[in-house]
């Protein structure tokens, strides 16, 4: 039969707005996270990461937020860009040993990104 | 700019059929994964490899999966007997050894079983 997908989140904004995207991860073990774009018919690209040690950290245009005490991830897009436009996925990565790269992704978020 | 690169792109099955997506890691990076995507779902975890041995896998990951590295290159996941189900993208990944879990992901490979 036909699959079902999850109905995911969507934020629609205005070329040049800035977008934040928002996450919560579930594993309080979790020590690393990460943002992912994945456009249309292509692999997941990765954005930004943060390690738990920190509660922000920025890059080009983008800024990703840590709060532990509630689990909670955000990545903030400034002056966005129609290519900007993709599905973004926050993921956790436990801490330690053989875990680094056996992600946890979250279900994503649809951006779209109005001339 | 170093990639990872995976063949076939597309690849339709009949239920039953032995497939084998094949994978090329950037090549100084020393930890292989594989991921699959159903359509409209997340993407999941399948498998971990490194130092020419399975480090961790998911329950996905049963015993008709399997993944080896016949050579210095190449990274293959190969479904013995294909169920509908397995239709997905795959996606391989890679990462350079050392205190990071930034992967780099392959474009992926579709697996359509009919």
């Known amino acids: 039969g036909e699959s079902v997908g999850l109905h995911l989140p969507t934020l629609s904004v205005q070329e040049g707005d800035n977008s934040i995207i928002n996450c919560a991860y579930s594993?309080?073990?979790?020590?690393?996270f990460i943002w992912y774009k994945q456009e249309s018919g292509k692999g997941p690209q990765f954005i930004i990461d943060?390690?738990?040690?920190?509660d922000k950290r920025q890059g080009q245009r983008v800024t990703v937020l840590l709060n532990k005490t509630v689990k909670h991830l955000s990545l903030q897009i400034a002056a966005t860009q129609p290519g900007d436009s993709a599905v973004y996925f926050c993921?956790?990565?436990?801490?330690?040993?053989?875990?680094?790269?056996?992600?946890?992704f979250g279900q994503g978020t649809i951006l779209t990104v109005h001339p | 700019e170093p990639e990872v690169t995976q063949t076939p792109s597309h690849q339709v099955t009949q239920m039953g059929q032995e497939v084998i997506l094949r994978c090329v890691p950037i090549?100084?990076?020393?930890?292989f994964y594989w991921y699959r995507q159903i359509l409209g779902q997340k993407v999941e975890f399948l498998v971990s490899?490194?130092?020419?041995?399975?480090?961790?896998k998911s329950e996905i990951f049963d015993d008709q999966f399997s993944v080896e590295r016949p050579d210095g290159s190449n990274f293959t996941l190969k479904i013995r007997s294909t169920k509908l189900e397995d239709s997905a993208m795959y996606f391989c990944?890679?990462?350079?050894?050392?205190?990071?879990?930034?992967?780099?992901f392959g474009e992926g490979s579709r697996l359509t079983v009919l």
């Open positions: 990944a890679s990462r350079i050894s050392g205190y990071t879990g930034e992967l780099f």
């Open positions: 594993n309080s073990a979790s020590d690393y």
């Open positions: 943060i390690r738990s040690n920190m």
């Open positions: 993921a956790e990565n436990l801490a330690g040993g053989t875990s680094y790269g056996k992600l946890t």
């Open positions: 090549s100084n990076h020393l930890y």
């Open positions: 490899f490194y130092n020419n041995e399975i480090s961790e």
